[in-house]
């Protein structure tokens, strides 16, 4: 049972305009959340990530909200542009469990920026 | 320039035959970690290593095995044991284990069966 679902496979958006990537999670411990982009033939690099203390954070073009009542996420960027196509993948963790506590992968969306 | 390297790129295995797959870097950081992905699916923790000489099973340990010697090492070995070893498999390191420690990644072996 997958603990946090990126159920879109697949986002095709315009060149400038604002690419919307969503993520739920159903474990209701995870309480840090964490979006990482990856190129073809190259590992995952970190992006953004957002504590349950906060419902949003802004960094540049990127910017994460979270709702703890629906258990969702979501990574907004504005403007969209062209090097932004890849992979993005969602992760959570529950980071008052353990020092130990590990990160939980979703199965990735696939950003695609049109001219 | 720091960051973490990962070889072969490509690995083919025969059945019955054991493989290592190579985890090196240069950050300085204590924790290390296995990935394996599938298509269509995320990420899932083989074994992870949070000092030298301790390391720790993942959700999906079956059939791996992990040593780590050294701090700037992880390998990985594939053994006869895992039934389906076909993936895509990415290691990753941070400063110290924790939910809250942005990993960096290799970029990757690409494992598959002969």
């Known amino acids: 049972d997958q603990q946090v679902k990126q159920n879109s496979p697949s986002l095709s958006v315009q060149e400038g305009r604002i690419s919307i990537l969503n993520c739920d999670y159903t474990n209701s411990m995870f309480d840090y959340f964490l979006w990482y982009k990856k190129y073809p033939a190259e590992g995952p690099t970190f992006l953004i990530s957002i504590s349950s203390i906060k419902d949003k954070n802004e960094d540049g073009r990127f910017t994460v909200f979270l709702n703890k009542s629906a258990k969702h996420l979501s990574l907004h960027i504005v403007p969209s542009q062209p090097g932004d196509s890849a992979v993005y993948f969602c992760a959570a963790s529950a980071l008052g469990r353990s020092s130990a506590s590990k990160i939980i992968f979703g199965s990735g969306t696939r950003l695609s920026i049109r001219p | 320039d720091g960051g973490i390297t990962q070889s072969p790129k490509y690995l083919f295995r025969k059945e019955g035959q054991n493989v290592t797959l190579s985890c090196e870097q240069n950050l300085n950081h204590d924790a290390m970690y296995w990935y394996r992905q599938d298509p269509g699916q995320g990420l899932r923790l083989i074994y992870y290593?949070?000092?030298?000489?301790?390391?720790q099973k993942g959700d999906i340990a079956e059939g791996y095995s992990v040593s780590r010697e050294k701090k700037e090492s992880f390998p990985l070995t594939v053994t006869s044991a895992q039934k389906n070893p076909t993936a895509f498999y990415l290691c990753a390191s941070s400063e110290r284990t924790g939910g809250n420690q942005p990993q960096h990644f290799g970029d990757g072996t690409r494992l598959s069966i002969l």
């Open positions: 290593s949070q000092i030298v000489n301790d390391f």
